[in-house]
């Protein structure tokens, strides 16, 4: 139920408050022993995280949220590794100064938008 209201706060934009029901409805999940509801809860806080500029904590519960998905055989798996990627790019390659944070291609030209993801603006590394 918390993670509902933390979902319903998120989507009219109150992402602190969002914060607040995720973390309530995480610590009563572990509590419980409940690992999809924990995944879950893990995955919303991800994307709140990153919704709120803090990108380095809103990767590390995606791949809290990616292990226990693995680990539960969770069908959307995939999902998460997606979004986690757009969240940590993959590696710079040698020369590269930008990169799409769609489909991650990197670019050694200058350039404003990835060619392959229309209206995708690059992101420099």
């Known amino acids: 139920m918390r993670c509902n209201l ?3 706060y998120a989507a009219v934009g109150e992402t602190r408050r969002a914060m607040q029901f995720y973390e309530e ?17 893990l995955w919303n806080m991800s994307l709140t995280l990153d ?7 809103a990767i590390q519960h995606a791949e809290q949220a990616l292990i226990i998905r693995e680990k539960i ?17 993959t590696q710079r390659e040698e020369n590269s100064i930008s990169y799409c944070p ?6 050694v030209v200058s350039a404003v ?4 993801c229309p209206g995708v603006g690059l992101v420099d590394f």
């Open 102 to 107: 769609r489909c991650q291609c990197q670019f």
């Open 6 to 8: 933390g979902n319903s």
């Open 73 to 89: 055989e969770d069908p959307r798996v995939e999902k998460v590794r997606a979004k986690l990627d757009l969240l940590a790019p």
């Open 113 to 116: 938008e990835c060619p392959d």
């Open 51 to 57: 919704q709120l500029g803090e990108r380095d904590k």
């Open 25 to 41: 409805q995480l610590a009563i999940v572990r509590e419980i022993g409940y690992r999809r509801g924990e995944g879950n809860t």
